[in-house]
Nanobody, 118 residues
């Protein structure tokens, strides 16, 4: 199983980026999906979660109102739209599966770097 994250890059504060995570997972539509991030010197934190069918989403307080997680099960892909980016959003972003919504993340993507310049 592979999760391929892409879409990171360098953006100015206030700008936007859209991350994608494509999964080579036959039963992708059965998995809740999460986006995490890890900034230098900090612990990895979950920033967004979406249920297997896409009907339920959750966000960390730090990104609520600025980030939107979505998915396309026909394309085995989950997205993270990031708007109004701040310098503190700079981190490596990872996607991960959470089959049973129990905090056990079965598969991880390789990470994509997001750098926000102020």
């Amino acid at each position: 199983v592979q999760l391929q994250a892409s879409g990171g890059g360098l953006v100015q504060a206030g700008g936007s980026l859209r991350l994608s995570c494509a999964a080579s997972l036959r039963t992708f539509s059965s998995y809740d999906m999460c986006w995490f991030r890890q900034a230098p010197g900090k612990e990895r934190e979950v920033v967004a979660r979406i249920s297997w069918g896409g009907s339920s989403t959750n966000y960390a307080d730090s990104v609520k109102g600025r980030y939107t997680i979505s998915r396309d099960n026909a394309k085995n892909t989950v997205y993270l739209q990031m708007n109004s980016l701040k310098s503190e959003d700079t981190a490596v972003y990872y996607c991960a599966t959470d089959r049973w919504n129990d905090g056990v993340y079965e598969y991880w993507g390789q990470g994509t770097q997001v750098t926000v310049s102020s």
